[in-house]
């Protein structure tokens, strides 16, 4: 079982930056992709950004060029650094993971709060 835990959310105003980390624990060799999400209040989960085992990424249209998904394999760790974060991206971020046999995996979510 994948447990997966995040850090880094905050408040920052507009136009600044913050820096989300997701660390896995638990069964990580199966893991194929790990990503981020986002949630808003009354809104559906929505991708951010996604990353897999062999480094290819991939991102929503609303983030690309302003956010960048890296991972740490020596510390099983992927990252999201967010820049130039505008009031509409704010929301609960949740890290992702998804293993062997289409099992996915959560994190309890990082909040981000982006004042404009």
């Known amino acids: 079982q994948v447990r997966l835990v995040e850090s880094g959310g905050g408040l920052v105003q507009a136009g600044g930056s913050l820096r989300l980390s997701c660390t896995a624990s638990?069964?990580?060799?199966?893991?194929?992709?790990m990503g981020w999400y986002l949630q808003a209040p009354g809104k559906q989960r929505e991708l951010v950004a996604t990353?897999?085992?062999?480094?290819?990424?991939n991102y929503a249209d609303s983030v690309n060029g302003r956010f960048t998904i890296s991972r740490d394999n020596a510390k099983n760790t992927i990252y999201l650094q967010m820049n130039s974060l505008k009031s509409e991206d704010t929301a609960t971020y949740l890290c992702?993971?998804?293993?062997?046999?289409?099992?996915?995996?959560w994190g309890q979510g990082t909040q981000v709060t982006v004042a404009s």
């Open positions: 992702n993971s998804v293993q062997s046999g289409s099992r996915w995996s």
């Open positions: 638990g069964g990580i060799f199966s893991i194929n992709i």
């Open positions: 990353i897999t085992s062999g480094g290819v990424t």
